[in-house]
């Protein structure tokens, strides 16, 4: 089983770009590309200068939502996305996230040109892998900061009849119907409900 900071390393040293989710003072949602530029077995480091709308949202609500995709195309694609609790820590591991990101010396070239510049760290969150690479798919949930891990998903009741119904509508036929009730692999599963759709007991529940 991998561990949660393998997946924090995954995705700050493999993807490292990702998508930002966060909401304007309208409560309206606002998406922006932003590097993470460090981790840790306690969170993920990233930052952005005062000066920016993307700044006063963070502030208003701590709140974010983030997705980062690594792979060729759609099948070759591994993805994380993390929600969780973005907190501001100030300028002081700057000089250590340039060093680890030197590319950053050409947008911001100086000390001077950096004084607008702060660091935060998502300490606190949920986190979901998803790899299209892999066959059956393969996803996995994590959580890290004392944050409880969420398991969604659909799964079957006593109320299952064993008519495997389920599986005949499976695109990842990740349902095990060697026993009853049937048992979906979570660790596989699209989350698509067909199986949901489709079970006549109403045995399979959505979580």
Not at 10 to 38: N, Q, W
Request: overall charge neutral; glycine content about 8%; hydrophobic content about 35%.
């Amino acid at each position: 089983m991998t561990e949660t900071k393998e997946y924090l390393k995954y995705l700050a040293e493999e993807i490292h770009t990702t998508v930002f989710a966060t909401t304007d003072s309208k409560g309206r949602p606002v998406t922006c590309a932003i590097d993470i530029m460090d981790w840790d077995e306690t969170g993920l480091y990233f930052l952005t200068a005062k000066g920016k709308n993307f700044y006063d949202r963070l502030k208003a609500n701590e709140n974010v939502a983030l997705t980062g995709m690594k792979g060729n195309d759609t099948l070759s694609c591994a993805a994380v996305s993390i929600r969780g609790r973005a907190r501001e820590i100030g300028p002081d591991m700057l000089p250590a996230l340039f060093a680890k990101n030197p590319y950053m010396e050409k947008i911001y070239p100086d000390e001077r040109t950096r004084s607008a510049l702060t660091v935060f760290k998502i300490d606190q969150g949920t986190g979901e892998w998803f790899d299209l690479s892999k066959q059956p798919i393969e996803r996995a949930s994590f959580s890290f900061g004392g944050v409880s891990e969420e398991n969604g998903g659909y799964f079957v009741t006593d109320k299952c009849i064993g008519c495997k119904l389920c599986y005949s509508k499976c695109p990842q036929k990740c349902i095990d119907i060697s026993q009853k009730p049937v048992v979906i692999r979570q660790e596989h599963c699209l989350h698509c409900g067909n199986c949901f759709e489709i079970c006549p007991a109403r045995a399979i529940e959505r979580r």
